[in-house]
């Protein structure tokens, strides 16, 4: 099968999907017999099956290798739930793929014996950053530069959380007109209950460090498959840092979003996110505190491969008169691009049309970093 063509795993193994009949049920031992005879007593004693386990995602993810998703666990009380495969390979013709774990089940709640419905994504695209600016930030910026997610470990480029994770590729992976290969990984889906409750249930990836070997080991597979792999694999080996706390709410309007003194939201009943707050990274975010409703979205990225993915798109002039660098403001995202301190640092704003947003925060984060202000006096207000 090529690499490009997109083919459907069988579903993965039910618990319960043996043979009912009695003569179902002799064929199978008798074949079992066969089988230990020809591994040896060793595998009976160890008391594991000989046949191979699923494997997902290009190869880099075995059956009941650690987060739920992958175990019977996905499943709940559904002893006939299944899980399926589905993927198409990068190749070096085409160094573009995707790969997802859907996972799906019915049952009966021994609860209060409502009818219950689960089904789960765990998904991975491995391709290079688009070309368009508005797809490009809303990609990256609005999908994994959030207040809940925090660097990767051991210096990768990328950020992760419990729920999924992005990753820029080593340069061997950029496109012939310069632009980074990113990997992003996303858990999602739903539970319902009963004729009418459903509540977002993402798949279980097990928190973010075992988010963030699933996204590297499909990294690695992938870069394998497009032929651009470094000599040595790609690895995490250190716990996740600079996690963020529990989003802190808001009754009134505040002259201190995300702890940023100046950046004023004029709403009420808001929950305000910070999370990385490093030379490489700082995010914050501001959501409605009932509904989720994003007001304000910032990001600073100055760690070198990570920026990278906004190389090209920040224009060529000011972002508006008397600011450094280059940059653009628009109605649903603004990006500013400046030397700080000896590197370019990009500064990010989404959900928020207003600049001033843009320029207490670039303005603050600068001043974190040592460097002159982005904004001239008067724009941050």
Not at 103 to 121: C, E, F, K, L, R
């Amino acid at each position: 099968m090529s690499g490009t063509d997109e083919a459907t795993a069988a579903p993965g193994r039910l618990r319960r999907a043996l043979p009912r009949s009695r003569r179902g049920r002799l064929l199978l031992v008798g074949a079992l017999v066969l089988v230990l005879a020809g591994t040896g007593l060793g595998t009976w004693a160890a008391d594991t099956w000989p046949w191979p386990k699923d494997r997902y995602c290009w190869g880099a993810w075995e059956q009941d290798s650690g987060p739920d998703f992958l175990g019977d666990e996905a499943f709940g009380d559904d002893e006939d739930g299944t899980r399926t495969g589905t993927e198409t390979a990068p190749t070096r013709e085409r160094p573009a793929g995707r790969c997802e774990v859907a996972i799906a089940g019915d049952y009966t709640s021994s609860h209060d014996g409502d009818s219950v419905s689960i089904g789960q994504q765990v998904s991975v695209e491995f391709g290079p950053a688009p070309k368009a600016v508005q797809a490009r930030l809303a990609m990256v910026h609005d999908g994994f530069l959030g207040g809940d997610m925090a660097p990767l470990p051991d210096g990768l480029p990328g950020m992760v959380n419990g729920r999924g994770g992005l990753l820029v590729l080593p340069e061997s992976c950029d496109t012939r007109d310069g632009r980074p290969t990113v990997v992003t990984l996303q858990a999602s889906g739903t539970y319902s209950s009963g004729p009418s409750y459903t509540q977002d249930d993402p798949a279980d990836l097990g928190g973010a460090r075992q988010a963030a070997e699933l996204l590297v080991a499909a990294a690695n597979r992938g870069m394998a498959a497009a032929g651009c792999a470094p000599d040595e694999p790609l690895r995490v080996s250190s716990p996740v840092y600079d996690l963020p706390g529990e989003p802190e709410r808001v009754f009134r309007t505040s002259d201190d979003v995300c702890g940023i003194r100046g950046l004023r939201l004029d709403v009420e009943d808001v929950a305000d996110r910070t999370g990385a707050f490093t030379a490489d990274l700082q995010v914050c975010s501001v959501r409605g505190d009932s509904n989720g409703v994003p007001y304000l979205e910032l990001a600073m990225v100055a760690k070198p491969r990570l920026a990278a993915v906004f190389d090209g798109i920040a224009g060529e002039r000011p972002a508006a008169r008397g600011w450094r660098g280059t940059g653009t403001i628009g109605e649903k995202h603004a990006i500013v691009r400046a030397d700080c301190a000896g590197r370019p640092v990009t500064f990010l704003m989404g959900a928020s049309s207003d600049p001033g947003h843009l320029a207490v925060f670039a303005n603050a984060a600068a001043a974190r970093l040592g460097c002159a202000p982005i904004a001239p006096e008067g724009a941050a207000r």
